[in-house]
């Protein structure tokens, strides 16, 4: 069954070890950032660091897997095809508008969509990581200067992962406008068992 997830909201739930979790993009060009937890103890997580260390790659996709703080496989990517996702930024939060887009006003972001859908799962602001943004595309110059271009996703485009261990899953249609080329879309996720 496909779940709906808003544009610039989220969701969090559990995903046991050997299901697949399809995450879509129907409209393209959105992006999904997503948090791993280890369901049996929250304070192994998702770890950027050691995923990018231990794939030897900045570019994560089909056949590499995400690992954890712990050194752990937490979920293989089995399919994407999309291929471009991005593991260097972090969530966008309400300093990322005041900071980046100059922005005082309140505005939604992945952060708050993240822990607010968490807080179920007793999981705090400040455990929140890095989290793996699924369609987003970030590019990098010769000096290492970052960007944000519009995803490359299109319309159906979908990462297939399957869980390694029993875990929280939280996703979100993401809330910052440069990473989504100015507009905001939902996102579809779909359970496999």
């Given at each position: 069954?496909?779940?709906?997830?808003?544009?610039?909201?989220?969701?969090?739930?559990?995903?046991?070890?050997?299901?697949?979790?399809?995450?879509?993009?129907?409209?393209?060009?959105?992006?999904?950032?997503?948090?791993?937890?280890?369901?049996?103890?929250?304070?192994?997580?998702?770890?950027?660091?050691?995923?990018?260390?231990?794939?030897?790659?900045?570019?994560?996709?089909?056949?590499?897997h995400l690992w954890s703080n712990r050194s752990n496989k937490m979920m293989e990517i089995l399919e994407d095809t999309n291929?471009?996702?991005?593991?260097?930024?972090?969530?966008?939060?309400?300093?990322?508008?005041?900071?980046?887009?100059?922005?005082?006003?309140?505005?939604?972001?992945?952060?708050?969509?993240?822990?607010?859908?968490?807080?179920?799962?007793?999981?705090?602001?400040?455990?929140?990581?890095?989290?793996?943004?699924?369609?987003?595309?970030?590019?990098?110059?010769?000096?290492?200067?970052?960007?944000?271009?519009?995803?490359?996703?299109?319309?159906?485009?979908?990462?297939?992962?399957?869980?390694?261990?029993?875990?929280?899953?939280?996703?979100?249609?993401?809330?910052?406008?440069?990473?989504?080329?100015?507009?905001?879309?939902?996102?579809?996720?779909?359970?496999?068992?």
């Amino acid at each position: 069954m496909i779940e709906v997830i808003k544009r610039q909201t989220g969701a969090a739930f559990r995903l046991h070890k050997g299901q697949k979790l399809r995450v879509i993009d129907p409209n393209g060009e959105q992006v999904s950032d997503m948090v791993l937890f280890n369901a049996k103890d929250t304070r192994e997580k998702i770890s950027s660091g050691k995923t990018l260390d231990f794939e030897e790659s900045i570019l994560i996709s089909q056949g590499d897997h995400l690992w954890s703080n712990r050194s752990n496989k937490m979920m293989e990517i089995l399919e994407d095809t999309n291929g471009r996702n991005d593991f260097l930024l972090a969530p966008c939060s309400p300093e990322t508008f005041q900071i980046m887009y100059n922005n005082n006003e309140y505005h939604p972001s992945c952060f708050e969509n993240l822990y607010t859908n968490l807080e179920k799962f007793e999981i705090q602001p400040d455990d929140i990581p890095t989290a793996f943004n699924i369609f987003m595309n970030v590019q990098f110059d010769t000096k290492g200067k970052l960007s944000v271009d519009p995803p490359l996703s299109k319309a159906g485009d979908y990462v297939l992962f399957e869980a390694k261990m029993d875990l929280i899953v939280a996703l979100t249609a993401c809330s910052a406008e440069d990473s989504n080329g100015g507009t905001f879309k939902p996102i579809h996720y779909e359970i496999i068992d």
